[in-house]
């Protein structure tokens, strides 16, 4: 009897740990999460803990669908690989890194510093990069030649960079379907 009673409560004890794992796990990325220490967005090998505010978030469409979010987590920063300096951009409605239920944009291209413009174009821009999650599907750069113009102001009083098309509604070609960044608001993090 004493066994059997030992066994049991070993058993309650053990589902109810895996559950309070499971929970603590599931709030660390949840869309209703707005802790600093909570949230950890991982564009390429960098991993960065950001509070969102009102003052981050996107306005973009793909094929045709306006996707505008206040309060989201967005970044921008500044990384060199293997001896390269790359400028990075991470906009993520939900914050999972690795999304399933909403929006997730990562913009990389080779740069020393942000700049106040640039012109990046597929294929002849060192190291740009487009990469747009929705939902569950992945889309990145297909245009041949195509290419995209941002301006870049900021950062301003809470060290946040306002990114946009240069002529305010910028395309292009993502997955086969054109992208459109009209602006994101990102905080600017050292690395």
């Known amino acids: 009897m004493i066994r059997i009673r030992t066994t049991i409560q070993k058993g309650w004890i053990f589902l109810i740990i ?3 794992i499971v ?3 599931r709030c660390g990325g949840d869309s209703s999460s ?3 220490s909570e949230y950890k967005l991982k564009p390429g090998d960098i991993t960065v803990s950001v509070d969102p505010t009102s003052i981050e978030g996107f306005n973009i469409s793909y094929n045709g669908i306006l996707y505008q979010k206040i309060n989201a987590y967005a970044i921008i920063y500044k990384k060199k690989v293997s001896g ?4 990075g951009i991470a906009a993520c409605e939900d914050g999972l890194p690795l999304d399933k239920n909403g929006v997730n944009l990562k913009i990389v291209f080779q740069s020393t510093d942000i700049p106040s413009e640039i012109t990046l ?3 002849s821009s060192p190291g740009f990069g487009i990469r747009l999650s929705i939902n569950t599907s992945i889309y990145e750069l297909s245009g041949a030649d195509d290419s995209i113009t941002f301006t870049f102001s900021g950062p301003d009083s809470n060290n ?5 098309g240069k002529s305010g509604n910028e395309s292009i070609s993502v997955g086969g379907n054109d992208l459109t960044i009209s602006e994101i608001r990102a905080r600017y993090v050292a690395q």
């Open 18 to 20: 895996s559950m309070a």
């Open 23 to 25: 929970f603590f796990l």
């Open 34 to 36: 707005q802790s600093a």
């Open 84 to 87: 390269i300096d790359y400028i």
């Open 121 to 123: 174009v597929r294929g």
């Open 160 to 164: 946040v960079y306002t990114i946009r």
